[in-house]
RNA sequence: GCGCCCUUAGCUCAGUUGGUAGAGCAACCCAUUUACACUGGGAAGGUCAGGAGUUCGAAUCUCUUAGGGCGCACCA
């Protein structure tokens, strides 16, 4: 008797957990526990890309879980040691940035307001709520994941790596402190990477005036505030229009505050641009210091870390410079200096978290150097130059491979890493001070009056560790025990934080392991609403996947995600797409029906020889498309795999095939019904496990009444041909 | 300014050493209590963005034009 529940649609909610819970008791999700077959294949590691622990889940992570599950669960049926290692990411400024905003709305409280310690206690809570809900999340996709091995950025292992790290990298001469224009993000109160900042395009005026009727220069600008706190004027040496100024030096009052400006020659003027003459500004502009640095000139500030405006007339100091712009503005036409007034279009840079828009500022912070050379074995080398060779030389490789031109493209235009971060929930960067003194090491020195850096390190400064401090590093015996997983197998990633994190942990592997992290990256692209649309609150096109697993099933919702989108490719997805692949399930379950209950009282023999020509045929189509979905698994084309299994199961399987089993079953020649009954046996055992790395709880569930044994499909032997 | 990518059936996309165009969805016609809370059968639909070149042969290689997306840099 066929159980009573094929005698209903496929029902996933009713199956998925369950199927789940079997799983974990296996204990197969960690590879130390798997069956002697996997004991003694040849490893398999993926780390998961840490979620942040913002919020919930997205179609992205849902994404980025359904095709990690896939390549982890074919490595494990192709007798693999596979390990999958979970984790979340503290997400320092994203994270606090959340749970800051959450208080000031509530209790209308800032952090300075709660103290540093409460704070931090406000945020463990949040983190703890959203963590649960995350790796709940990923029960949910049937992420076959070891739940034994989960880390966590900010945990106490992972910390330890990265005091390991900092100090290293800092007796190398790779970590220096040094006072200089950084990215300052008024709004989050910290300075950020370059990474961190996005550009938007703005329309917005284009001033040219003199700073004085006694100056014969006009110079051109877009921030007439930030002159006050100018040092000199750059034109090219060139310019035949300046070139006898060039050394002159003027004094003027501008807006209430005395200048004093020499004329300087720099070839990064351009002739064309304005006057062909600009003001510059050191304290306030990362291209200005770069010249004001060439040229030792002094370094201004007149801008302080709350976007104000430090000197000035009344209306111009203690203003926002926005406010100041204006007042500035209006100074230049009563003092009928401004000469012209031009609407432009330039990019305004703002920090990715909080929107702020961005101030450069100078400021003594912590940089990782990529251009500065270190000796390792008695050859020199730089951290540029060790993150382009392992890529140039193919020890990582890129899929589709042409995000390696992207790589070497941003590598080349890459400055020093500012790492260190004004906020408090992330790592405490590991250095003390005690009235000069300065002292970097892993643990806290000894004695009293110590005090420890006030500030955190970037949130990709630990991350970049990731594939290596998740395997037990620096702890020695910890990490030669995991030793075999590392370099990690593939890495699988959105194509976003390609700089932030992929290259990040380039570096840092190479550097501290003197090995790449990943033999190669898979790059995922975006997930799209069914228009093309990118998935935004103010347009409402969120599609959440727990609600779509929920009506579909997480099958469905897996399929839906991968079937179709190459690597690197953005992904549509909408809910019709989701319940198409739910009646593919619930196809594969009445193939199911079919079939037990047209071989029930028959055996399946392995070793069955008889088949008729129809079958010989049938088994031979079979074993090609097994051939062709083997090359194409290796070669990471789920996207083609998943639908060419749809379109033999639904339209040759059980359009062709089982129609015409019909006849042959009911029909009178005992050889060719014989035959056609260890096909369907044959086949459907052959289909589920094809399957299974795609679709893992209808065909799981399946196998339980097929296979007649306990032995769980998650572990059977991937198909051979 | 530098770099990467895309333009194939109404829509979403495959098409990997160059060999007379494919799938899914949608739309159309017909059938159907069927293993199928639906499914089956059928037919239709494309000068592969435009142009030039290489070749016996180009959606596929080269150059070029147009449109679109993205990244980096600049942003006086």
Redesign the pocket.
């Known amino acids: 008797m066929i159980p009573d529940k094929?005698?209903?649609?496929?029902d996933p909610t009713s199956t998925e957990d369950r199927i789940y819970a079997l799983w974990e008791k296996s204990g197969f999700f960690n590879p130390d526990k798997l069956p002697e077959r996997n004991k003694k294949g040849e490893p398999f590691s993926i780390v998961l890309p840490p979620p942040n622990v913002t919020g919930v889940l997205h179609m992205g992570s849902a994404l980025m879980l359904a095709i990690e599950d896939i390549m982890v669960r074919y490595a494990r049926m192709k007798g693999k040691q596979t390990l999958w290692i979970p984790g979340t990411d503290h997400a320092a400024i994203a994270t606090q940035a959340v749970v800051e905003k959450d208080i000031q709305r509530k209790e209308d409280k800032s952090r300075h307001d709660l103290g540093r310690e409460e704070m931090l206690r406000r945020i463990g809570t949040h983190v703890q709520t959203t963590h649960d809900i995350i790796v709940s999340q990923m029960r949910k996709m049937g992420a076959s994941i070891d739940w034994s091995r989960e880390a966590f950025t900010l945990d106490d292992k992972r910390n330890l790596a990265v005091r390991t790290a900092f100090k290293k990298m800092y007796d190398d001469g790779l970590i220096y402190r040094g006072y200089r224009v950084v990215n300052w993000d008024p709004k989050g109160q910290t300075t950020i990477s370059?990474?961190e900042?996005?550009?938007e395009t703005r329309k917005t005026k284009?001033?040219?005036f003199r700073y004085s009727k006694d100056i014969p220069i006009s110079?051109?600008?877009?921030?007439p505030e930030?002159k006050l706190g100018d040092t000199a004027i750059?034109v090219?040496p060139d310019d035949p229009r300046y070139k006898k100024y060039i050394g002159e030096e003027f004094d003027a009052v501008f807006a209430g505050e005395p200048i004093h400006l020499k004329v300087i020659a720099d070839a990064?003027?351009?002739?064309e641009?304005?006057?062909?003459?600009?003001?510059v500004?050191p304290a306030h502009?990362?291209?200005?210091w770069e010249m004001a640095q060439r040229h030792s000139l002094p370094l201004k500030q007149v801008i302080n870390e709350y976007a104000k405006m430090t000197v000035g007339l009344d209306g111009i100091k203690d203003k926002k410079t926005t406010e100041a712009r204006e007042a500035v503005v209006d100074w230049l036409k009563k003092e009928g200096l401004l000469e012209k007034e031009e609407d432009?279009e330039?990019?305004?840079?703002l920090a990715e978290r909080t929107g702020g828009i961005v101030e450069p500022l100078p400021k003594l912070q912590w940089f990782v150097a990529v251009n500065r050379e270190f000796k390792r074995e008695g050859v020199t080398f730089t951290l540029k130059q060790l993150m382009t060779r392992v890529v140039e030389t193919d020890q990582v490789q890129f899929i589709?491979d042409?995000?390696r031109?992207?790589y070497?493209?941003?590598i080349?235009?890459?400055?020093d890493w500012c790492i260190s971060r004004q906020i408090w929930y992330g790592h405490r960067i590991p250095v003390w001070y005690k009235n000069q003194e300065i002292y970097v090491g892993v643990e806290a020195p000894k004695g009293n009056d110590w005090i420890q850096d006030e500030d955190t390190l970037d949130t990709w400064f630990s991350s970049g560790l990731w594939t290596f401090s998740t395997l037990g590093w620096p702890d020695e015996k910890e990490f030669n025990i995991n030793r075999k997983y590392h370099p990690t197998t593939i890495l699988e990633t959105g194509?976003?934080i390609i700089?932030f994190w992929v290259a990040r942990m380039i570096l840092m592997s190479t550097y501290l392991l003197d090995e790449v992290p990943f033999k190669t990256v898979y790059l995922h692209g975006l997930v799209?609403d069914?228009?093309?649309r990118?998935i935004s609150k103010s347009l409402g096109n969120n599609i959440d996947p727990l609600e779509m697993i929920i009506k579909y099933g997480a099958d469905a919702v897996r399929m839906a995600l991968i079937v179709?989108?190459?690597p690197?490719?953005?992904?549509?997805v909408d809910e019709?797409?989701i319940k198409?692949y739910k009646?593919f399930s619930?196809?594969i379950?009445?193939?199911a029906?079919?079939i037990l209950?047209a071989t029930e009282n028959v055996k399946y023999s392995a070793e069955f020889s008889e088949w008729s020509d129809t079958d010989k045929k049938h088994i031979e189509v079979l074993n090609d498309l097994i051939k062709e979905i083997t090359s194409?698994m290796d070669?990471y084309?789920f996207?083609?795999v998943g639908?060419k299994l749809?379109?033999y199961v639904?339209?040759e399987f059980?359009?062709?095939i089982?129609?015409e089993s019909?006849s042959i079953i009911d029909g009178t020649d005992e050889k060719v019904k014989n035959s056609r009954i260890q096909f369907l046996f044959y086949a459907l055992r052959a289909i589920l496990r094809l399957l299974h790395p795609f679709m893992p709880f209808v065909t799981e569930e399946i196998w339980r009444e097929v296979g007649k044994s306990k032995s769980l499909l998650m572990v059977e032997e991937w198909p051979r041909y």
Do not use: C, M
């Open positions: 094929f005698l209903k649609p496929y370059d990474d900042i996005v550009y284009l001033y040219t110079i051109s600008t877009t921030r930030t750059a090219n990064s003027v351009e002739l641009f304005g006057t062909g003459a600009l003001g500004t502009s990362i291209a200005d432009i330039h990019n305004i840079s589709p042409r995000f031109d992207v070497h493209h941003w080349g235009s890459l400055r194509s976003d700089f799209r069914g228009k093309g990118k179709a989108v190459g690197g490719n953005d992904s549509k019709q797409k198409a009646l619930n196809k379950w009445n193939i029906r079919f209950s194409e070669e084309k996207y083609l639908e749809y379109h639904w339209h059980a359009d062709k089982i129609e019909k």
